[in-house]
Nanobody, 128 residues
Framework: QVQLMESGGGSVQTGGSLRLSCAAS???????MAWFRQAPGKERERVAA????????YYADSVKDRFTISQDNAKNTLYLQMNSLKPEDTAVYYC??????????????????????WGQGTQVTVSS
């Protein structure tokens, strides 16, 4: 099973930017990758997903036009560029890989259970 490790979290003020990285222990070519976040007392939310085989992406409405997901298959690394951060973006951010190879999870069915590889999470705190 692939190992995922996030980095790049931290504390910023409202309007600031952060770039999260997720390093994978093996190639994720052909797999759908995603970023999730979970705030205290809330359910885990998928904020962005990418399927590079079709060059497709998905963004939750709450982050659209502020966050950008990208993937460098040569480096086995997934990124999340977060701009114009808001206090409501405060959460632990996780990267995850869909267990279904050659399946486009940006538009197809997905659930938390379809992602079987998860990182340990990185904290993002946005202060007002």
């Amino acid at each position: 099973q692939v190992q995922l490790m996030e980095s790049g979290g931290g504390s910023v003020q409202t309007g600031g930017s952060l770039r999260l990285s997720c390093a994978a222990s093996e190639s994720s070519s052909g797999y759908c990758m995603a970023w999730f976040r979970q705030a205290p007392g809330k359910e885990r939310e998928r904020v962005a997903a990418i399927y590079t085989n079709r060059d497709t992406t998905y963004y939750a409405d709450s982050v659209k036009d502020r966050f950008t997901i990208s993937q460098d298959n040569a480096k086995n690394t997934l990124y999340l560029q977060m701009n114009s951060l808001k206090p409501e973006d405060t959460a632990v951010y996780y990267c995850a890989r869909d267990r279904r190879k050659y399946y486009d999870c940006t538009s197809g069915f997905w659930s938390l259970s379809t992602f079987n590889s998860w990182g340990q999470g990185t904290q993002v705190t946005v202060s007002s």
